[in-house]
């Protein structure tokens, strides 16, 4: 179990729930112990949620172990002895599903977490479930047989939302004029925006200005 625990993806503590925005989280714990299949876009939220689902039940002394199937080192044999973790959460299922040495071994594991009948089994992908191409029949009508949850982009209330805690923690003032600006003319991915919230609070300490729109449109090349 020791070589499991080492292949397990470190979390980020910052994604937890409490710092989860939007109503998906409280919907998967409505659903604890039961196999959940969660689906979005990217950036919509899926790793957050299971990285976060993930420190909860570490907190509570639990065990669990959060891994991305993108990383292509990966072996499908990394998935065996997982069903005595409290809590199992494998991201990025559109890297392996079609594969059908992968389908097998996520079967078994669906079956071993089952007959365990204590652990919580959460799986993650941008395809819809109804639409992801499986090619092993039996792992497809156990994942289709999954509570599925659809995770959606952040609505404009949301986004802001997200940075205007960052802007917070981070010990900066972003002016509400400032955000509505950034939300209107800034990319709309929200990793975008985190990453043009960052930028801001580095080139204002730099140049120690305030952030106001002209500041804004300086950094962003508006």
Not at 92 to 121: I, K, P
């Amino acid at each position: 179990m020791s070589e499991q625990l080492t292949l397990a993806f470190p979390l980020k503590r910052a994604f937890t729930l409490e710092r989860f925005v939007g109503d998906l989280g409280a919907r998967a714990l409505a659903l604890s112990n039961e196999p959940v299949w969660i689906s979005g876009p990217r950036e919509s939220g899926k790793s957050h949620l299971l990285q976060g689902l993930c420190q909860r039940s570490e907190h509570q002394a639990g065990r669990a172990f959060y891994l991305s199937l993108s990383n292509q080192d990966l072996k499908p044999d990394v998935l065996s002895n997982l069903a005595d973790f409290d809590l199992v959460a494998l991201d990025g299922l559109d890297h392996v599903v079609g594969d059908r040495d992968w389908e097998l071994a996520l079967f078994d594991l669906t079956n071993a977490v089952a007959h365990a009948n204590e652990g919580w089994l959460l799986m993650a992908s941008r395809c819809p479930l109804p639409e992801v191409p499986f090619c092993l029949a039996d792992f497809a009508s156990r994942s289709r047989a999954m509570h599925w949850l659809q995770a959606g982009q952040l609505s404009d209330v949301e986004k802001a939302q997200v940075l205007r805690r960052l802007a917070e923690e981070t010990g900066f003032h972003l002016p509400e004029e400032v955000l509505a600006f950034l939300l209107d003319r800034a990319p709309r991915e929200i990793g975008a925006l985190i990453r043009v919230l960052n930028r801001l609070a580095d080139e204002s300490l730099k140049s120690q200005r305030r952030i106001t729109i002209p500041f804004l449109k300086s950094v962003l090349g508006l």
